[in-house]
T-cell receptor, first 114, second 115 residues
Framework: GAGVSQSPRYKVAKRGQDVALRCDPI?????LFWYQQALGQGPEFLTY????????KSGLPSDRFFAERPEGSVSTLKIQRTQQEDSAVYLC????????????FGDGTRLSIL | AQSVTQPDIHITVSEGASLELRCNYS??????LFWYVQSPGQGLQLLLK??????LVQGIKGFEAEFKRSQSSFNLRKPSVHWSDAAEYFC?????????????FGTGTQLKVEL
């Protein structure tokens, strides 16, 4: 497809389990962003990649959160030892590598921690 | 640090009526400003953006927004609302990081349209 693809759409995990969320950006998009959207809130920035380089990870809430983009395309957001407060929708966005270009969002992964 | 305030959590309008959604931002430099719309279970769709130039910007679906530096505002307007416009609307300010803009969003305004 032509858009940003995220999988799975829904993920349920028990507290303490590790999870991995995948993002397939639009082909050719250099920039990739992850956001976390808690229920009833706006999305909050987690991290940013330019190709395979993680240039900004200032929004990652703890060292349990880890993101990678090893070949500059697909990205994975990993959460270790999940906690209930990690329950949220995780959104991925991509854009071409220019400041004045908008981000295109995927439909997100809804993560529920029991 | 940058921030975005959307003072209206919920707004209800009748179909065919005009709409204005408020957005105020706080940012030390010239802002990059965006409006996104989100339908239930969906990602965010860009309605319009402001980077520079004309302060009145046109977007998709008949929306427009006006940047007012003196008021630190970027309000979204539509002259005649359609039932399909019911959704959540987010205003965002972009902050440069590396080669891209990381977005800071407001808490959103939920729009309900009465038929």
């Amino acid at each position: 497809g032509a858009g940003v693809s995220q999988s799975p759409r829904y993920k349920v995990a028990k507290r303490g389990q590790d999870v991995a969320l995948r993002c397939d950006p639009i082909s050719g998009h250099v920039s990739l962003f992850w956001y976390q959207q808690a229920l009833g809130q706006g999305p909050e920035f987690l991290t940013y990649f330019q190709n395979e380089a993680q240039l900004d990870k200032s929004g990652l809430p703890s060292d349990r959160f880890f993101a990678e983009r090893p070949e500059g395309s697909v990205s994975t957001l990993k959460i270790q030892r999940t906690q209930q407060e990690d329950s949220a929708v995780y959104l991925c966005a991509s854009s071409v590598d220019r400041v004045n270009q908008p981000q295109h969002f995927g439909d997100g992964t809804r993560l529920s921690i029991l | 640090a940058q921030s975005v305030t959307q003072p209206d959590i919920h707004i209800t309008v009748s179909e065919g009526a005009s709409l204005e959604l408020r957005c105020n931002y706080s940012y030390g430099a010239t802002p990059y400003l965006f409006w996104y719309v989100q339908s239930p279970g969906q990602g965010l769709q860009l309605l319009l953006k402001y980077f520079s130039g004309d302060t009145l910007v046109q977007g998709i679906k008949g929306f427009e927004a006006e940047f007012k530096r003196s008021q630190s505002s970027f309000n979204l307007r539509k002259p005649s609302v359609h039932w399909s416009d019911a959704a959540e609307y987010f205003c965002a300010v972009g902050v440069l990081t590396g080669g891209g803009n990381k977005l800071t969003f407001g808490t959103g305004t939920q729009l309900k349209v009465e038929l």
